[in-house]
T-cell receptor
Framework: GQSLEQPSEVTAVEGAIVQINCTYQ??????LSWYQQHDGGAPTFLSYNALDGLEETGRFSSFLSRSDSYGYLLLQELQMKDSASYFC??????????????FGKGTKLSVIP | DAGVTQSPTHLIKTRGQQVTLRCSPKSGHDTVSWYQQALGQGPQFIFQYYEEEERQRGNFPDRFSGHQFPNYSSELNVNALLLGDSALYLC?????????????FGSGTRLTVV
């Protein structure tokens, strides 16, 4: 099967930088994605890494190391609106197929003034 | 451009009843995945539909079934509802195997079983 580990909660100060880590176990790795979900809202896609290295999208960056089965999401210049839950998700071979996108349990980020 | 539309937004059912949830994917998307999200947890994969066929199924009992129509819209059916089926049900659409573009999620259907 597939499994992902990420911290349950993180608190950071407005304007600061925060890193949310994710380690995963899967067979036949295809890629690691990140999603943001505000309370009561739908998950929204943030980024995708299939190859090692850093992908940057505005204030958000995502990193992947396939050899370490590890990735992180980096949020810079934190804003109050960044307070949300962040999920890493992996597509791999679950044994029943390779189309399933499996989500971690999520990291609740609280941005404080 | 309309995103993913799910209906209804909220639903209350009695244990043992059956429920049908509906999803219209984002324009241009051809693949629909259904997820169950319990409070404070990540979405759990139920199944994925492409070309009107169930492409892959997660670890959910046969009480959960689905369908995809020629216009790519989809339904999720749950029979013999249990109290534990109470959750947010999310529909996500995508373009086949285009992982880099990610999934577009609907706002979900909040199902409460009493």
């Amino acid at each position: 099967g597939q499994s992902l580990e990420q911290p349950s909660e993180v608190t950071a100060v407005e304007g600061a930088i925060v890193q949310i880590n994710c380690t995963y176990q899967t067979s036949g790795f295809y890629g690691l994605s990140w999603y943001q979900q505000h309370d009561g809202g739908a998950p929204t896609f943030l980024s995708y890494n299939a190859l090692d290295g850093l992908e940057e999208t505005g204030r958000f960056s995502s990193f992947l190391s396939r050899s370490d089965s590890y990735g992180y999401l980096l949020l810079q210049e934190l804003q109050m609106k960044d307070s949300a839950s962040y999920f890493c998700a992996v597509r791999g071979d679950s044994g029943a197929g390779s189309y399933q996108l499996t989500f971690g349990k999520g990291t609740k980020l609280s941005v404080i003034p | 451009d309309a995103g993913v539309t799910q209906s209804p937004t909220h639903l209350i059912k009695t244990r043992g009843q059956q429920v049908t949830l509906r999803c219209s994917p984002k324009s241009g998307h051809d693949t629909v995945s259904w997820y169950q999200q319990a409070l404070g947890q990540g979405p759990q994969f139920i199944f994925q539909y492409y070309e009107e066929e169930e492409r892959q199924r997660g670890n959910f009992p046969d009480r959960f079934s689905g369908h995809q129509f020629p216009n790519y819209s989809s339904e999720l059916n749950v029979n013999a509802l249990l109290l534990g089926d109470s959750a947010l049900y999310l529909c996500a659409s995508s373009f086949i195997d285009r992982d880099r573009d990610g999934y577009t999620f609907g706002s979900g259907t909040r199902l409460t079983v009493v």
